[in-house]
């Protein structure tokens, strides 16, 4: 017997870019919502833009979560939004060739750039999604725009969900102005306010199931203690007519695993990061990396790097003191010396585009025997180690074109390089795990279509239990991935009422 | 140094990653881990995970990775030790437990033999503990270099963690609130 006993239409589980917009959606079409998140809800009131709040609130494992050995650092966001709380704004469409390699190689046909443009549309114009003005455009981002003109790489300005936006550059830390139009403050609260009913701190445990269908969703709330750490608290069982998993691509294949459903060895496999490289420049004027948008432009001149190659493609981050000194590698008076520097630095990242090459399996989410800690693996290749240098390489360029004075790899022992002829030192450095930083903001996969769900994203051999959120994608997509994930969950609600109404 | 410790180290360590191998027991076994860490004085707060060794351990590693210099405050005064020991109470039990492994392992003298050194780090000096710091890091085992970096992970980012140190680098803190109109915003 539980504590809490709810009956509802649909149950989704996970607030974030997914399941938002699907609670969303399907509160609009007049079903019963219960949305359970195991992050807290934060309000523009709490979010007062100190890293040592907003990490260990809002994201995994305090900030640090990462691969089992370390190599591969993740962030990711846990609280009411997910994600979309403490990201840093960025918005594309889902690349038409993605979704061409997607139909030749994984049978995926339901998704075109014909089905998604009106939901794209229509999200949008909802979350007031334009381009970030040029004149507006911050210093670290200036350095990319103006390194990629020079060069005569290809450039664009990124279209930000933000509206009435102060250009503070605290987006990563929950925006205390409610500018970024986040799942936190836009859709949820909408849902709520139509009768969705939303758990925060609310841990799902396993999913029980009969035969062909999902009947119970088991769950407890956690209950905060005086230092931070949470406890089980009460149990709760949903018993909805459909349940929805939208933990993310770690949450939700492991949650799929935790209630036994491995869609024959499939679930957790084909994890893709956007495994990414970073490139640390020094100036001799200001730059303040951490003030205004932290993301407005985007370079995607090596997306395409020709057969049996890994693209990649270039932004830059914000640049926050907490952050930057765990990144930044080394210790010791090095490191304390690259820290005063900050206020003259720009940083750039280069995001490889993984999981189109036939070789590339991804990497791999699993449970641990006795202990309840995901098991991340991510073992880079090869191809990725050479996309990795070549990224290192052009963002060189880019911030010597720039006017760097000077410009460091993040190897544990730095490549330094002072001028355009230097830039070759980096084919001598070595390119192996935890000898050069590598780190990722986009985990995406685990759950993939034609595995694990089917093309309706509905989990292959179930009837009422459905996967909505980046876990399902087959590969990574080369760009931004937080409104491609509104698209398809927005999609996905005709599918997931169907199944209500036709079970 | 046996070649039994050295096959068991490398084959736990790469098969299971540092926080998932009991290998990391290892460093509470051998004769070296009888060599006493050198203490450190305890803090006044009351510790939730780390034990008196341990902490001295982090105190030791602190004092070389973010040491004490023109513009930086030492990580006694900045409390790293307690920061650390409150970030370990809000990580997964699983993961304290290996953590605090890793620094007995970390402080066995067996471990600074491969810089040439029999004493634990923390009875080093400073100059040979740079030494040992810089042999974890360049090791040719993915093992060392993972378990440097899960310590320095903790320990820079216990540091950073304090707005002491937004002076040292150059950061002027976040705007005030009292200024930050919403809807107010500059892109329309």
Redesign the interface.
């Given at each position: 017997m539980s504590d809490i006993d709810l009956a509802c239409d649909v149950c989704i589980v996970g607030s974030g870019a997914g399941g938002a917009v699907l609670g969303h959606a399907l509160t609009e079409r007049g079903l019963s919502v219960v949305m359970l998140e195991e992050g807290g809800h934060y309000t523009?009131k709490d979010f007062?833009?100190?890293?040592?709040t907003a990490y260990?609130r809002m994201y995994q494992?305090?900030g640090?979560r990462t691969t089992?050995?370390?190599?591969i650092t993740l962030l990711q966001g846990k609280s009411v939004g997910g994600s979309t709380t403490v990201n840093w704004c960025t918005c594309f469409r889902m690349p038409d060739a993605v979704l061409t390699h997607w139909r030749d190689r994984f049978g995926v046909r339901t998704l075109t750039p014909g089905v998604l443009a009106p939901h794209f549309e229509a999200l949008e114009a909802k979350l007031h999604i334009v381009q970030?003005?040029e004149a507006?455009m911050n210093a670290n981002n200036r350095v990319l725009w103006e390194g990629c003109g020079a060069l005569g790489y290809q450039r664009e300005l990124v279209r930000r969900n933000?509206?009435?936006?102060?250009?503070?550059g605290?987006c990563g830390l929950g925006c205390?102005?409610?500018?970024k139009q986040s799942m936190n403050v836009t859709l949820i609260p909408e849902a709520v306010q139509k009768g969705m009913q939303l758990f925060p701190e609310t841990r799902v445990e396993a999913l029980e199931w009969t035969g062909r269908r999902v009947t119970k969703v088991h769950a407890h709330k956690l209950l905060r203690q005086a230092?931070?750490?949470q406890l089980k608290g009460p149990r709760m069982t949903i018993h909805p007519k459909v349940t929805a998993v939208c933990a993310g691509a770690v949450g939700s294949p492991l949650l799929l695993l935790r209630s036994g459903l491995s869609a024959q060895g499939q679930v957790g496999k084909r994890m893709f990061l956007h495994p990414t490289a970073v490139m640390m420049a020094h100036f001799d004027r200001p730059i303040h990396p951490?003030q205004g948008a932290p993301q407005s432009v985007t370079s995607h001149h090596f997306r395409e790097r020709g057969t049996g190659r890994v693209g990649f493609f270039m932004e830059t981050p914000p640049v926050?003191?907490?952050l930057a000194?765990?990144t930044l590698p080394?210790?010791?008076?090095v490191?304390?010396q690259t820290?005063?520097r900050?206020?003259y630095s720009n940083v750039l990242i280069a995001l490889l585009a993984d999981g189109f090459l036939p070789q590339e399996e991804g990497g791999t989410v699993a449970l641990?025997r006795g202990?309840?800690?995901p098991?991340l693996k991510y073992a880079l290749l090869p191809e990725h180690w050479d996309a990795m240098r070549e990224a290192c390489k052009a963002m060189a360029r880019v911030q010597f074109a720039a006017g760097a004075r000077e410009v460091r790899s993040l190897h544990?022992?730095p490549v330094v390089m002072r001028s355009v002829s230097d830039i070759a030192l980096l084919d001598q450095a070595p390119w192996e795990?935890?000898?050069v930083r590598v780190v990722s903001a986009h985990v995406m996969g685990g759950c993939a279509m034609g595995s694990v769900v089917n093309e309706q994203l509905r989990y292959k051999d179930l009837e009422n239990l459905f996967v909505v959120d980046g876990s399902v994608f087959p590969t990574s997509l080369g760009v931004n991935p937080q409104l491609s994930i509104f698209g398809i969950a927005r999609w996905a609600a005709d599918p997931v009422r169907e199944a209500v109404s036709h079970p | 140094m046996s070649e039994t410790f050295n096959a068991f180290t490398r084959r736990s360590f790469l098969r299971?990653?540092?926080?998932?191998g009991a290998a990391l027991a290892l460093g509470s076994l051998g004769w070296m881990a009888l060599r006493p860490t050198r203490p450190w004085p305890m803090p006044e707060a009351l510790l939730?995970v780390l034990s008196p060794r341990e902490y001295a351990v982090v105190m030791a590693l602190a004092s070389?990775?973010?040491?004490e210099?023109q513009?930086?405050v030492s990580p006694g005064t900045m409390g790293v030790g307690v920061r650390f020991d409150?970030?370990l109470?809000?990580?997964?039990m699983?993961?304290a437990r290996e953590v605090k492994r890793l620094l007995v392992l970390f402080d066995n003298a067996l471990m600074s033999l491969w810089s040439g050194h029999a004493r634990p780090f923390s009875q080093l000096a400073a100059e040979e503990q740079?030494r040992v710091?810089a042999h974890w890091?360049?090791s040719r085992l993915?093992f060392r270099?993972?378990g440097l970096?899960?310590l320095?992970?903790l320990?820079?980012?216990s540091?950073?963690?304090?707005?002491r140190?937004?002076a040292?680098?150059?950061?002027s803190g976040?705007?005030s609130?009292d200024g930050?109109?919403?809807?107010?915003?500059?892109?329309?």
């Open positions: 523009s007062d833009m100190r890293e040592e260990a494992d305090l640090s089992d050995d370390l190599a970030w003005p507006l933000v509206h009435a936006c102060q250009n503070l605290y205390p102005t409610d500018a230092h931070g750490a951490h926050h003191p907490l000194a765990v080394g210790f010791g008076e490191h304390q820290m005063t900050l206020p641990r202990d309840e800690r098991s544990a022992v795990p935890l000898r | 299971k990653g540092i926080f998932g939730r070389r990775m973010v040491p210099r513009g930086f409150a970030t109470s809000l990580l997964p699983e993961t740079d710091l890091r360049d993915l270099r993972t970096e899960a320095r992970k320990i820079i980012g540091y950073y963690s304090d707005s140190t937004w040292s680098v150059g950061y976040p705007p609130r930050l109109i919403p809807n107010s915003g500059v892109e329309r």
